[in-house]
């Protein structure tokens, strides 16, 4: 199985500041990798697909990047309704598997 | 409206049996393969099962194959999970997903369906 590890596990940081979550691979995954959000009470939300794909209506401050083992996510200006919890998966081979998420919160 | 609604959960005992469904709206369903993903406080986001758009290729993840079942009836636009011989650490938060076309992933989800597995 292809295991998913992020960090941080949680951070905290002011509104305009330039944001970054890591996720790493346990294996090459190529750029198989997801970005989800999350806020309280809902289901996720696809973020980025295909690791730099950004979905349609995601705010363009938000990016990834990466390939093989090591990815990122980018807040480029943290904004207020960005608190909440990101997660990465890989979609590689089944299982697939997600990270343990990071908990984003704004000051 | 795009949509994807669970249902059917509930509190069970220890070796019981549930069926959660999950109707699909505002799009063909028969055309894109769908999952069932789980999450606790503990173990976070858990992916499930998948099931391909016509059925003819499923896949489990390794706690629950051989106690569940992944079913669809594209006549009906609806997604279907067997959970038989449920364990305490089954209890989650069930969500249906669907795939983007021709992309792995879970591009849209419903609101999740809460099963207590308890004594």
């Known amino acids: 199985d292809i295991q998913m590890t992020q960090s941080p596990s949680s951070l905290s940081a002011s509104i305009g500041d330039r944001v970054t979550i890591t996720c790493r691979a346990s294996?090459?995954?190529?750029?198989?990798l997801n970005w989800y959000q999350q806020k309280p009470g809902k289901a996720p939300n696809l973020l980025v697909s295909d690791a730099s794909n950004l979905q349609s209506g995601v705010p363009s401050r938000f990016s990834g990047s990466g390939s093989g083992m090591d990815f990122t996510l980018t807040i480029s200006s943290l904004q207020p309704e960005d608190s909440a919890t990101y997660y990465c998966?890989?979609?590689?081979?089944?299982?697939?598997?997600f990270g343990g998420g990071t908990k984003v919160e704004t000051k | 409206q795009v949509q994807l609604v669970e249902s059917g959960g509930g509190v069970v005992q220890p070796g019981g049996s549930l069926r959660l469904s999950c109707v699909a709206s505002g799009f063909t369903f028969r055309n894109y393969d769908m999952h069932w993903v789980r999450q606790t406080p503990d173990k976070g986001l858990e992916w499930v099962a998948f099931?391909?758009?016509?059925?003819?290729?499923?896949y489990y993840t390794d706690s629950v194959r051989g106690r569940f079942t992944i079913s669809r009836d594209n006549s009906r636009n609806t997604l279907n999970l067997q959970m038989n011989s449920l364990r305490v650490e089954d209890t989650a938060l069930y969500y249906c997903?669907?795939?983007?076309?021709?992309?792995?992933?879970?591009?849209?989800w419903g609101q999740g369906t809460l099963v207590t597995v308890s004594s």
């Open positions: 294996q090459s995954i190529s750029d198989a």
């Open positions: 099931i391909r758009r016509d059925s003819g290729q499923v």
């Open positions: 998966q890989q979609s590689l081979t089944v299982p697939l598997n």
């Open positions: 997903a669907k795939e983007e076309r021709f992309r792995v992933n879970f591009a849209l």
